[in-house]
């Protein structure tokens, strides 16, 4: 028996995985985030949310494929990657692997050392750039992610206490294709609570990793999601309500029409609001460091992201 | 030897009492919020905050008045008029006291039993409207409050939570007078934190009421600050860039033309956004109750507040 006080419901195990693959489609409709007829690249990092993500599109009679990102984070990246070899192969579906570090041109970790920003913004940045090459080059016009409620929830957290208002903009369960050159990426978890994805990994036998990124220890998203977890204790559905909230009232008035221009990168002719793409910066700052060793970092920002308004269909 | 990390500054007894002194007359002149020739009625609680605002205000030579709202709150209410009184008596100035019970028709706590709302609801109802009565029928343009970071962060916080759009449009260290039967209501200590507030107090040795109302026990406002508190202790800041960052970026963008129209209540007729305005329903609800005791409460909505637009000069 599951309890879900959010929804001051319980339920059985069937009844249990029926109400989270519902959750899943509702989201999808809500959001018409892809249709049956499409195909679909899920990004699978090995934990719970994108197995249990992909485990639902499969039974739900989608067509995917999934794609792995492969940080090269020692024995975490191999033990991840071990999983989701193992669930694509039982359940006969093609799984792409990319190696970050062939891309970039070191694994995550050297990458950290180069641009004296924390590691997850270096990570974050290289992973949204490759899911939408690959799915450019596979000819996916979609990305999925497990991202679930306390994800989002803590992501919008940390955007409110600096208020961040372009992240403010586009944060949503559904980014639209603004440019030919973007893949719509899309999180059909976003109603659905880290426990109860658990939940669910855990009834459909899903073999994941358990293990945090060892990299996100003492991460502010962590302090973030702490804090959502206590004001969660004291009232239940805190965090539904901050997102479902934000959502409903508060992010339309963030989506000015403010028009981002996007450009095509000079150097790999992926799309930008600048000349030259946060990626392609990141790589050269990593080239640099590594062909001039010992000398100091150029210090050169980053940009925070592609300036995608979020895809609305309301 | 005080030292404040938000501000990475450490302070000998008079430097602090006169970088105190300054946040509020610089606060004062960002909002233009009064000017030294038109008196202000200060509302006072016998609290910290409230008695160290009216402090500055004296001493940095505005014309000043205080005006007590006795709230009927046995002891606590006893002894924070007893501060006042003593506070305005050793500076030889003028101290107005009202008695919440007279205009709504029962102590604070017994009007809580009519409403079926947080004590802590009806309570600040009460407080704005007397306020702004008080400062008409005795000439004052414009209301100061003592409400510091803290607490404007904790509003926010609690805005935001629930993404009360409305609220968020509305809260700013300055409202004005949008209608002749409005006095604008300003917040001078909108800058200076609780513990900086607490330090002024006993630099200048004011004897304040040290316990906080009984009724906030358990009050959301209170949990709120624990989880600023809890922010601000892993990155320093955070509650000053919280308020901060929200009104310089976000409040205007939540500002929305929509405008509210504006009525005379056709019982007090003060200023109401319906045709009866909150306070002259709460009165009503607890005649009502007083003349059929038993009698189920109406249940009858309250409204949040009075519509006004902050008052912005910039």
């Given at each position: 028996?599951?309890?879900?006080?959010r929804?001051n419901?319980a339920f059985c195990?069937?009844?249990?995985?029926?109400f989270?693959?519902r959750?899943?489609?509702?989201?999808?409709?809500?959001?018409r985030?892809?249709?049956?007829?499409?195909?679909?690249?899920?990004?699978?990092?090995g934990?719970?949310?994108?197995?249990?993500?992909?485990?639902?599109?499969i039974?739900?009679?989608?067509?995917?494929?999934?794609?792995y990102?492969?940080?090269?984070?020692?024995?975490?990246?191999?033990?991840s990657k071990?999983?989701?070899?193992?669930?694509?192969?039982?359940?006969?579906?093609?799984?792409?692997?990319?190696?970050?570090?062939?891309?970039v041109?070191?694994?995550?970790h050297?990458?950290?050392?180069?641009?004296?920003?924390?590691t997850?913004?270096a990570?974050?940045?290289?992973?949204?750039?490759?899911?939408?090459?690959?799915?450019?080059e596979?000819?996916?016009g979609?990305?999925?992610?497990?991202h679930?409620?306390?994800?989002?929830?803590?992501?919008?957290?940390?955007?409110?206490?600096?208020?961040?208002t372009?992240a403010?903009?586009?944060?949503?369960p559904?980014?639209g294709?603004?440019?030919?050159?973007?893949?719509?990426?899309?999180?059909?978890?976003?109603?659905?609570?880290?426990?109860?994805?658990a939940?669910?990994?855990?009834?459909?036998?899903?073999?994941?990793?358990?293990d945090?990124?060892?990299?996100?220890?003492?991460?502010t998203?962590l302090?973030?999601?702490?804090?959502?977890?206590?004001?969660e204790?004291v009232?239940?559905?805190?965090?539904?309500?901050?997102?479902?909230?934000?959502?409903?009232?508060a992010?339309?008035?963030?989506?000015?029409a403010?028009?981002?221009?996007?450009?095509?990168?000079?150097?790999?002719?992926q799309v930008?609001?600048?000349?030259?793409?946060a990626?392609?910066?990141?790589?050269?700052?990593?080239?640099?460091?590594?062909?001039?060793?010992?000398a100091?970092?150029?210090?050169?920002?980053v940009?925070?992201?592609d300036g995608r308004?979020?895809?609305?269909?309301?």
């Amino acid at each position: 028996m599951l309890e879900l006080r959010r929804h001051n419901a319980a339920f059985c195990s069937p009844h249990f995985v029926e109400f989270f693959r519902r959750q899943v489609t509702e989201a999808i409709h809500a959001y018409r985030m892809f249709t049956r007829d499409e195909p679909i690249l899920v990004a699978v990092s090995g934990g719970k949310d994108s197995l249990a993500l992909w485990d639902v599109l499969i039974e739900e009679g989608y067509r995917t494929a999934g794609l792995y990102l492969d940080l090269g984070i020692f024995d975490y990246s191999q033990e991840s990657k071990a999983r989701c070899e193992a669930f694509a192969a039982a359940r006969g579906e093609k799984l792409y692997v990319e190696r970050v570090a062939d891309a970039v041109g070191a694994p995550i970790h050297e990458v950290q050392k180069v641009t004296r920003r924390p590691t997850c913004s270096a990570c974050g940045l290289s992973k949204r750039y490759l899911l939408n090459r690959a799915a450019l080059e596979h000819g996916y016009g979609v990305v999925a992610t497990g991202h679930n409620l306390d994800d989002e929830a803590a992501t919008l957290f940390g955007s409110v206490m600096h208020w961040q208002t372009e992240a403010l903009a586009r944060q949503s369960p559904a980014l639209g294709a603004t440019h030919a050159k973007l893949a719509r990426r899309v999180k059909p978890l976003y109603r659905l609570s880290e426990l109860e994805t658990a939940g669910y990994a855990f009834l459909r036998k899903i073999d994941y990793i358990v293990d945090e990124c060892p990299f996100a220890r003492g991460a502010t998203s962590l302090a973030h999601k702490e804090v959502l977890n206590r004001l969660e204790e004291v009232s239940p559905g805190a965090k539904h309500n901050f997102l479902f909230g934000f959502l409903d009232k508060a992010r339309p008035v963030f989506e000015r029409a403010a028009d981002v221009t996007l450009h095509e990168c000079r150097v790999c002719g992926q799309v930008t609001t600048g000349e030259l793409c946060a990626f392609c910066k990141l790589a050269d700052q990593v080239k640099r460091r590594a062909g001039a060793k010992g000398a100091a970092p150029a210090g050169d920002h980053v940009a925070p992201d592609d300036g995608r308004r979020p895809w609305q269909t309301q």
